[in-house]
């Protein structure tokens, strides 16, 4: 399943992914951000994977082609390590709750208040 059209909503900060069968995928760039396939966030075990904090605000700068396999995302943080693989973005897509709730609570246990973090943003 390869895309037909990306796009990036930069106001809403969200990927737009549109596949051959008409299923359009989408996802917040903080999503993508502290999901990245990369060694640098993922670690190369589970028990290396290193939690990524405040990325409430993260913009995309820009989006590459990989062969005809993948997106390279820079993010406006300088982070574009991570390959996503539209298997990968499937994988995503079909987890997204789960992967989401899931990072909340790392949140949580690590002591971290995202929603702090979003009100002091916002009186920036």
């Known amino acids: ?25 989408s996802f917040s760039y903080e999503f993508l951000r502290v999901h990245s396939p990369s060694a640098e966030v ?36 300088g982070h574009n390590t991570g390959l996503y693989s539209w298997d990968y973005f499937r994988e995503l897509h079909d987890k997204k709750e789960q992967y989401w709730n899931r990072y909340l609570q790392r949140l949580i246990e690590a002591g971290h208040d995202r929603d702090l973090w979003l009100r002091n943003a916002s009186l920036v």
């Open 42 to 77: 993922r670690g190369h075990s589970p028990s290396q994977a290193v939690l990524q904090l405040d990325k409430v605000s993260i913009g995309v700068k820009k989006v590459e082609l990989v062969g005809t396999y993948a997106l390279k995302i820079t993010f406006d943080d």
């Open 1 to 25: 399943m390869l895309p037909i059209d990306i796009k990036l909503h930069q106001k809403s900060k969200r990927l737009e992914l549109t596949f051959t069968d008409s299923q359009i995928y």
